[in-house]
T-cell receptor, first 111, second 115 residues
Framework: GNSVTQMEGPVTLSEEAFLTINCTYT??????LFWYVQYPGEGLQLLLK?????DKGSNKGFEATYRKETTSFHLEKGSVQVSDSAVYFC??????????FGPGTRLSVLP | DGGITQSPKYLFRKEGQNVTLSCEQN?????MYWYRQDPGQGLRLIYY???????QKGDIAEGYSVSREKKESFPLTVTSAQKNPTAFYLC??????????????FGSGTQLSVL
């Protein structure tokens, strides 16, 4: 079945550092890929998505590129802020199937 | 204001008690979902419904029940059979579950604790 693997956290960075959170997936079809963000005590919000190979999703300075050859969708940001501290979830969706989420990666950004 | 409303924000359950978590949406989405999130953990699917008057078990349905009598509403009952109910419960909707690129929309969650 489909699955998503994310790098183990927590990840702790200083403000303005470069961020990478790795995400790899296994899927039988042609899934769409998503990154969601969850702030403390809240629900998940869509951060970005990509629907086909080589697509790049971007939002609020975050980017991720759909790499079919490496089955990856790594999240990157050039300069993190304290306000980026949250839990980040990688997810995939195949047509007609439910979402599959990774375990989440907690990011803490220190001033 | 369109969105998903979960209530209450915090809920306490006594031993042997059933409790119901509310989820209402005005997005006109067909599909609705309930997820459970334990501290520091990912999301686990409890139940989902793709259409009114129909629902399916997810990965951890034991000890839970749902109904879908209206498109807008998908309440979750945590029964006394659920021995470890303390968790953060998230309701989500999706416009069309047949399409891979349709995103999930999430409510703000209900924190359930056992007294």
């Amino acid at each position: 079945g489909n699955s998503v693997t994310q790098m183990e956290g927590p990840v702790t960075l200083s403000e303005e550092a470069f961020l990478t959170i790795n995400c790899t997936y296994t899927a039988t079809g042609y899934p769409s890929l998503f990154w969601y963000v969850q702030y403390p005590g809240e629900g998940l919000q869509l951060l970005l998505k990509a629907t086909k190979a080589d697509d790049k999703g971007s939002n609020k300075g975050f980017e991720a590129t759909y790499r079919k050859e490496t089955t990856s969708f790594h999240l990157e940001k050039g300069s993190v802020q304290v306000s980026d501290s949250a839990v980040y979830f990688c997810a995939l969706s195949d047509p007609g199937q439910n979402f599959v989420f990774g375990p989440g990666t907690r990011l803490s950004v220190l001033p | 204001d369109g969105g998903i409303t979960q209530s209450p924000k915090y809920l306490f359950r006594k031993e042997g008690q059933n409790v119901t978590l509310s989820c209402e949406q005005n997005l006109n989405h067909d599909a609705m979902y309930w997820y459970r999130q334990d501290p520091g953990q990912g999301l686990r699917l409890i139940y989902y419904s793709q259409i009114v008057n129909d629902f399916q078990k997810g990965d951890i349905a034991e000890g839970y029940s749902v109904s879908r009598e209206k498109k807008e509403s998908f309440p979750l009952t945590v029964t006394s059979a659920q021995k470890n109910p303390t968790a953060f419960y998230l309701c989500a909707t999706r416009r069309d579950s047949r399409l891979a690129n349709e995103k999930l929309f999430f409510g703000s969650g209900t924190q359930l604790s056992v007294l």
